[in-house]
């Protein structure tokens, strides 16, 4: 049997579930780890300055339901991005990446997907390009200290948006502990639905690629597509990477149902959607 991983995104999820109770659902529903979520609210960036106690817990309850917490989703640097002009905000966003490091060498986590992008809320320019390019590389010293793999997530903005993009980044730093962490729905956004030019661009990444994040999307319409309502080619894109050696996926999707009245009634979907993707691997 060819061996694989199918993750899940923990956003998949709705946010008032505890993360023992999450852990729990991924297994029961299908998958093999779950992808933790560092985004820019207050709520998950406090999650980089757990107390060794709560590190001690979490480690429990992924020994507790055998699921293990495999990648980090980072996308705190939305609001604290390394590239800002402002230097104090980019050195909260430096501080960010180091606590980040940290948190998944002790969660045993080997990849961080980390957002391509130099600003987001603000106009990039040469200096935003200049200052990320120097906090790229710092990050990548720090994650090399620790074995952590960092990857980037192609983007819904020009900045990174194809995998091409992120290997521009890769062959400067040229670091073992840089790769490219594609999301197949953004770069099929960006390839305008072509299914040759997904193809060709995921090529670009051969032995650079860590993961594939399987997400659906639509002309302009980057969140929150439920599979099979959007463009992108699932099949193919997950066939391309297959070829390109990628072992590791995760699935990303959002929960939109707010806080569930039925214990159950979120578990659903996690479960559809595992069919969903599993039935497009190859056997």
């Known amino acids: ?18 993360l023992e109770e999450k852990l729990a659902a991924v297994g029961e529903a299908g998958y093999d780890f779950l992808e933790l979520s560092i985004d820019e609210t207050d709520e998950k960036l406090a999650r980089l300055d ?4 709560e590190i001690r817990a979490l480690r429990r309850s992924v020994e507790q339901t055998g699921t293990p917490v495999c990648s980090i989703c980072l996308s705190g640097h939305r609001r604290f991005p390394l590239g800002d002009p402002d230097r104090a905000t980019r050195e909260r966003g430096l501080a960010i990446m180091e606590k980040a490091v940290r948190l998944a060498a002790r969660l045993g986590a080997r990849v961080i997907q980390i957002a391509g992008y130099d600003v987001y809320y603000k106009t990039g320019d040469e200096a935003t390009r ?7 590389a710092r990050s990548v010293e720090i994650a090399a200290a620790h074995a952590v793999m960092l990857a980037f997530e192609t983007m819904e903005t020009p900045f990174l948006n194809t ?6 980044w890769i062959n400067r730093i040229r670091s073992p502990y840089l790769a490219v962490y594609p999301d197949l729905g953004n770069i099929t956004c960006a390839a305008d639905g072509d299914r040759n030019r997904v193809r060709s661009d995921l090529e670009i990444g051969r032995g650079h690629i860590a993961a594939l ?4 999307t639509k002309p302009g319409v980057f969140r929150e597509v439920p599979y099979g309502a959007g463009h992108v080619d699932f099949a193919n ?16 999707f959002w929960w939109t149902g707010g806080a569930p009245r039925d214990g159950r009634a979120w578990k659903t979907p996690l479960q559809e959607n595992a069919q969903f993707l599993r039935r497009l691997f190859p056997r």
């Open 1 to 18: 049997m060819l061996a694989y991983q199918l993750g899940l995104y923990e956003k998949a999820m709705p946010a008032n579930v505890s």
């Open 50 to 53: 757990w107390s060794d106690a």
């Open 130 to 136: 200049a200052c990320f390019a120097e906090n790229l």
């Open 163 to 168: 995998v091409e993009k992120a290997v521009y």
């Open 213 to 216: 994040h399987l997400k659906e």
């Open 237 to 252: 894109g997950i066939q391309s990477a297959w070829n390109l050696g990628v072992r590791m996926y995760t699935a990303e």
